[in-house]
């Protein structure tokens, strides 16, 4: 169990270790001298603030000790003085090691005056009870404050990890975008690349069958006549000689005159291509919820029981006759209720991309040819069936 004397003697360590490493530190450090110094000021606010609302409120109470709250609080006040000059003083100036060093000449005269002074004036002046109950109060507020600062460090490593996970996170979905708007991309070059050959194929074709067409009629022009005479032949053989046969395309109901007539033929292709749209929302929020608790805890109590009974021996084995005072201290436990954090279980929210088909029905159209002959020679003048040719 901690005592009031060890309290105030061994309450400075802390601050003193940190005063022993910032004074090492070089004008380049400026980060080390931001860190150390945070530290020690936070150690010496928090030393500062259990001495004025546990231990100085009790010195009050006695005549004894009541004059050296006021130079204690003078000490407390020029030391935070000298922080609040320490925390706006660059760390890189040598102004800053100067203060430091005069901060720490300050604390290590207020340390030895409650050693020399405060100490022994309050072992004299307070009694067990209230010295122990002082050491409790600020004991237990320590532990408070030790509690939080772990609770804090551990809500700062969960913050911490959970933005490295949405980092992480948010570089994979951008990666997955970056794919898909690379898949996107090929996608609509291979069918871009399909239409280009299905339209060489196409333009091929027309060519042959214009090709086999200009062919046909070569021939029919280039044949010979017959009708029935020798004189008769012999005569269209010479008028048709130099002349040839074309292959005509109506133009505006009149028949053309040109050796060679293309008639094109297109087909349309389907393409399909991908759009991302926004299909839903999903929101996912961490809430605290407070549920009551209760445990059963076992305390003990002590107390001075006085009763009286008849000796085992007349003789007389110790002083007599003489004035003779007992004190025994009387004790009682109180439960001490404190709270620590863990990590119950963890929620992953990410996106998973699943694969499914889809067939797209639509009509495409192409253009087809018709073939009509007639025949002029036949002295009806009947026209021939209509013949309909399809290139599939």
């Known amino acids: 169990m901690t005592t009031i004397r060890q309290l105030l003697q061994t309450g400075p360590a802390k601050a003193n270790e940190l005063f022993a490493k910032l004074v090492d530190t070089s004008d380049g ?45 003078a000490d407390n006040k020029q030391t935070r003085v000298l922080l609040d000059e320490l925390e706006t003083t660059p760390k890189d100036d040598e102004e800053f090691a100067t203060k430091v060093a005069e901060l720490r000449k300050i604390h290590q005269q207020s340390v030895r005056d409650g050693k020399n002074e405060l100490l022994p004036a309050v072992l004299k002046a307070l009694s067990d009870e209230e010295a122990q109950a002082i050491v409790d109060s600020i004991e237990a507020e320590k532990a408070e404050i030790e509690e939080a600062r772990q609770v804090e460090a551990e809500q700062r490593r969960i913050e911490a990890r959970f933005e490295r996970e949405q980092e992480a996170r948010l570089v994979a979905e951008q990666q997955d975008e970056a794919e898909r708007v690379e898949e996107a991309r090929t996608a609509v070059r291979q069918t ?19 090709r086999s067409t200009a062919e046909v009629a070569q021939r029919v022009a280039t044949a010979p006549m017959s009708t029935g005479s020798v004189l008769w032949d012999s005569m269209f053989n010479l008028w048709t000689a130099p002349l040839g046969r074309a292959v005509a395309r109506p133009t505006n109901g009149l028949p053309s005159s040109q050796v060679e007539e293309v008639i094109p033929l297109a087909e349309e292709t389907l393409v ?121």
């Open 272 to 392: 399909v291509g991908k759009q991302k749209v926004t299909s839903g929302t999903t929101t996912v929020r961490r809430v605290v919820v407070e549920t009551p608790v209760q445990q059963q805890v076992t305390l003990y109590d002590e107390k001075v029981i006085v009763e009286r009974r008849k000796p085992v021996t007349d003789a007389v084995t110790g002083e007599t006759l003489t004035e003779v005072t007992i004190e025994m201290i009387e004790t009682t436990e109180r439960p001490v209720v404190g709270k620590s954090v863990k990590v119950r279980e963890e929620v992953v929210v990410r996106r998973e991309r699943t694969q499914r088909s889809e067939t797209v029905r639509d009509t495409i159209r192409r253009d087809e040819i018709e073939v009509t002959y007639s025949d002029e020679n036949q002295p009806s003048g009947r026209t021939r069936p209509a013949i309909a040719a399809s290139r599939k």
């Open 29 to 73: 450090a400026v980060k080390t001298r931001e860190r150390l110094f945070a530290d020690l000021k936070a150690e010496l606010d928090l030393l500062a603030r259990l001495e004025e609302e546990h231990l100085f409120p009790v010195l009050r109470k006695h005549k004894a000790t009541k004059g050296l709250v006021s130079a204690a609080l």
């Open 192 to 210: 871009v690349d399909a239409v280009a050959r299905t339209g060489e194929v196409a333009a091929e074709s027309a060519k042959q069958m214009v």
